[in-house]
DNA sequence: CATGAATGAGACTTCATTCAT
DNA sequence: AATGAATGAAGTCTCATTCAT
């Protein structure tokens, strides 16, 4: 039973520790936030960091690393009931641009922390971004064999379209502080991406 | 004569130090760059470094400062004899994708350390894409006007799509070392941006 | 027992400090007693000191501090007991001449850090010099109620003159190294402050 | 004829970095002012200071040097027509106390800069001292002689009595911006020495 | 498990001094 | 004689990490 406890004890300071850091990085950066600073937000003391994590840098890794989950997660649950390619591509784009209002402090680390360097982005961070990068390729794959999208373009620069649009849209609405509204403004990228600029295609 | 020479080398130290930092911030990152670093490879002393720039971080901006003027400076002259909106778009779109290969520790930089802290990027990195912004905006406006685009879609969401798109091709290309082929990229990624990624528009 | 134990500890490194500061600027002046031989001298690792002090100036500012609430302590002390004015200078005197007997290290400091730069003075010396004169003034205003003071006299003027005449005495036998009798030297200093030196007044 | 231009040139330059050296170490003190500095305020190149000076050091202690020959000099020119060891006594408080407003910065720099370290003053700044010392020692010792003033005294404890009172004075102003009557605050000084403040000597 | 005092490497920056011109 | 660009030693301070309690 003590285990338990003592488990549960450790997840939560293990769960507030991660929340600090996030909280702490966004606000400083990486490189001015001291460990000292992020135990004392979580309430505790400096060591007990070291217990959960093998070194700073590792919290920064988890933390960024389970955001990724959810968000992955969320998609994946999502496609259980969404199935059109074009539906499928909607409903990212949208949790993308909401995942600005999940957690601001989260959002702006991952426009500004996670490109520490070009190995830390070479080793870590673009892994993240390729499981994004091919979950979207694969979508507009099938929507291309549905004859839905068009056959002539790459399935990859399709999917660093939608991304790279995207993600500088939540960039952008970070640093100016803008607020939009995620669903209308998925609707107005998708509507780019899926019908172009051009006018009066007659 | 002395003069001149004197100007020289000061100019050519100047940018030495200057190119020093770039490629030291590049291959490290910018917290990890000391300015010994930095002086070293430049094959300067320490102090001298501070002849020439008031701080570790004035080397920063002022790199990235002189290579935004230089590219605003080629979009600029190019306009002159670029008239269509369009053909202007692909070229803003070209010589961003170009940029990648004339300088590849400076695009590292920009995809990294130009985003390395939130007050950072509000600052000061901003600025700079601002700018890049309104010219594209810009330019959508006059396609507009001319009825050569779409008169529903903001342009300002147009874009960012355009920034977007295209700095995320350069920042994967970059991270995944694959090689481009600027003008061929550009002309896919403007195919999209122009027509949409949605079949038989009968 | 723990915490008080743990006190003991901190409170005994602050004080080690303190006096390793004192001694080794006596030694060699402010501006060349590197903290890394202050915390060398105090045993204990050069970062430590900043756990205690929040600068290199601080450690001086507290060890001058604490010295000036000593002396005026022992002043206010004895105050209760010796009553007449005469007597009371007497002992400011004594306890100032004395000073240098106390800590020798100190003495020195006091003679030169402590005017170490105007700004310095202003700011921060100044302070503890102006409740000196402050403590002699009141007394001379009380002799001259009492009538055993002249009344003509301005008791600034006079304060600065006991103040300065016994300071050049222990800076002279600081820098000089000469020793004298505290007590003795009071006498003949307080007999030409209160009877001058002019002959035979008949 | 060439060589007394040249002497006349060097003078001058050497004449400018003392007096810029004693402003600027006034204002900021000694280890606060570069020697770059004192060579701008001077309108010399920042080598120029070393083909007249040994080193920064150097320039300080010249400076020092310089002001205390004028001092004395200009005491030994007086004491040719003032005979009465009383009024001599006099004309040095005078002097002393106009010092200040001769040169406000020398007098600045005389009160914290020449105190840099125990070594300092043991080895320079106490020469100077022992020079007024001496000059009032005799003063006084020949009105002793002359039964103008106690025979009971010692002149050493005398010629330190009034030399930090007249210091204590002059840096008592200098650091509260207070102005003065260098002859009136003589007087009075003067008064407090001679005839002490003890009331009604009858 | 938890603490937090202590460590000490290392960062940025200043500046006295030199020396080629 | 004069310059001032260059040097590089040295200083203050921060902070990730450890370990005795």
Redesign the interface.
């Known amino acids: 039973m003590k285990k338990t406890e003592e488990e549960l004890a450790a997840c939560e300071k293990y769960q507030r520790i991660l929340d600090a850091a996030v909280e702490v990085i966004?606000?400083?950066?990486?490189?001015?936030s001291p460990v000292s600073e992020i135990a004392k937000r979580a309430g505790v003391a400096d060591g007990t960091v070291y217990l959960y994590f093998k070194s700073k840098d590792d919290v920064l890794r988890t933390a960024i690393d389970r955001r990724f989950e959810t968000f992955y997660q969320q998609i994946a649950d999502a496609f259980v009931t969404i199935a059109g390619p074009r539906e499928q591509l909607e409903y990212i784009a949208q949790v993308h641009l909401e995942s600005y209002q999940v957690n601001r402090s989260m959002a702006?680390l991952l426009?500004?922390?996670m490109?520490?360097?070009?190995?830390?982005?070479?080793e870590f961070?673009?892994r993240h971004?390729a499981r994004y990068?091919q979950t979207v390729r694969e979508v507009?794959r099938r929507?291309?064999d549905m004859?839905?999208?068009?056959?002539d373009?790459?399935d990859g620069?399709?999917a660093?379209?939608m991304?790279?649009?995207?993600?500088?849209?939540v960039?952008?609405a970070?640093?100016?502080g803008r607020i939009y509204d995620a669903k209308a403004?998925a609707a107005?990228?998708m509507?780019?991406?899926?019908?172009?600029?051009?006018?009066?295609?007659a």
Chains 1, 2, 3, 4 share one sequence.
């Open positions: 966004a606000e400083r950066g990486y490189f001015k702006v426009q500004t922390e490109r520490q360097s070009a190995k830390f982005i070479a961070s673009h971004l990068i507009v929507g291309q004859g839905i999208f068009r056959s373009l790459s620069v399709v660093h379209c991304f790279g649009t995207i993600d500088e849209l960039s952008s970070i640093f100016t403004t107005q990228v509507d780019v991406l899926l019908n172009g600029i051009t006018a009066t295609k």
